[in-house]
């Protein structure tokens, strides 16, 4: 399959009176047409600055990002805005992506409207189809956003993403600020979306447990930085890097509220090295030379990529003590 999105060695920082934050660092990443590639990583991790790269909200500060292998900053100079309908997006607050002000039909049909596709009564009949398509009734066309649950506006937001018929959904965070009782069924959506319109997608989450649902590939990130990426069901079953396997293991627990989840958070800003692995402070595995030498992505096989530097000698220690077990 052809690749629809290139990341090459891509990074961006962000610069205080202070401290430089390096959001993201030599990332390189692809997606190819139809496929569902995971973005996990926690809080800060730099995955959001990765998905307003790729939508050109952002510009970054070396590196390329390519769509259908063109350059992205040439692409945003067209005036033709094939970019922009063919790219959308699905933001993680589904009350703050909608005017309050219009009713749902409105929302959806907008961006048919600043496309100048169809006329009134084709864009209608789009809304309706855009509206079954993700399980709202045409009722609630005529209804406004504070009268809508968080799952509901959530469904509303992929409509609109939708209505141009994109190539690739960049979806960031899209179920985290819904209740646990509604993700699953929009995570369903997704994939049922997915399946029918083969609509590729960058599926961001923190949550390693919901990637590993929806996803084909999984790219792991933590500090700016790549940690590891690999099919779905490889990565779940034989995580090799030190973070990968923490994040897999929080996954199987069960979180009761936000302050929980807080203890367990592996990233912390402040303790982010300057030099060598960014993980080694949190790392159990970690050695000298892990906090000395700087770490790159390296395939590991034919299809795993990793950035530690003791990746062979602990995955083979793994494999065989799960040999043994």
């Known amino acids: 399959m052809a690749h629809i999105l290139q990341f ?11 401290s430089i934050v390096r959001a993201c660092q030599s990332v390189n990443l692809t997606i190819s047409e139809g496929q569902v590639v995971g973005l996990v990583g926690e809080s800060g991790s730099g995955k959001s600055t990765l998905a307003n790269l790729a939508l050109g909200l952002e510009t970054l500060d070396s590196g390329s990002i390519k769509f259908n292998g063109v350059d992205l900053k040439d692409q945003l100079h067209d005036k033709s805005r094939g970019f922009r309908r063919d790219v959308q997006a699905v933001f993680q607050h589904p009350f703050l992506s909608l005017d309050s002000r219009k009713t749902i039909a ?25 509206m079954a398509a993700v399980a709202l009734d045409k009722d609630f066309g005529q209804k406004y956003p504070s009268q809508l649950s968080g799952g509901q506006l959530q469904r509303v937001n992929i409509a609109r993403a939708l209505a141009l018929d994109p190539k690739l959904l960049i979806c ?14 929009i995570v369903n959506l997704f994939l049922d979306i997915q399946k029918r319109l083969g609509v590729a997608m960058l599926f961001i989450s923190h949550d390693l447990a919901v990637v590993r649902h929806v996803s084909d590939r999984i790219v792991v990130m933590y500090a700016g930085k790549i940690m590891e990426v ?14 990968t ?7 199987t627990l069960k979180i009761e509220n936000e302050s929980e ?5 592996l990233f912390r800003k402040e303790e982010v090295p300057h030099s060598g692995c960014p993980f080694a402070p949190r790392c159990v595995h970690a050695i000298s030379h892990c906090r000395e030498r700087e770490v790159t992505a390296e395939l590991f096989s034919s299809d795993r990529i990793t950035s530690c530097l003791r990746a062979q000698e602990l995955f083979s220690e793994n494999f065989h003590a799960r040999e043994k077990s």
């Open 8 to 18: 090459e060695n891509v990074s961006k920082s962000y610069k205080s009176e202070s």
């Open 106 to 130: 409105w929302s959806i049909a907008e961006p048919l409207v600043i496309n100048k596709i169809g006329t009134g009564a084709s864009r209608t009949a789009k809304v309706q189809e855009l």
């Open 261 to 265: 989840r807080e203890k367990l958070q």
């Open 172 to 185: 960031d965070e899209p179920v985290s600020a819904l209740d646990v009782s509604v993700q699953a069924q």
């Open 230 to 243: 690999g099919d779905t069901d490889d990565i779940c079953a034989s995580p090799i890097h030190p973070y």
């Open 245 to 251: 396997q923490a994040l897999l293991a929080a996954s």
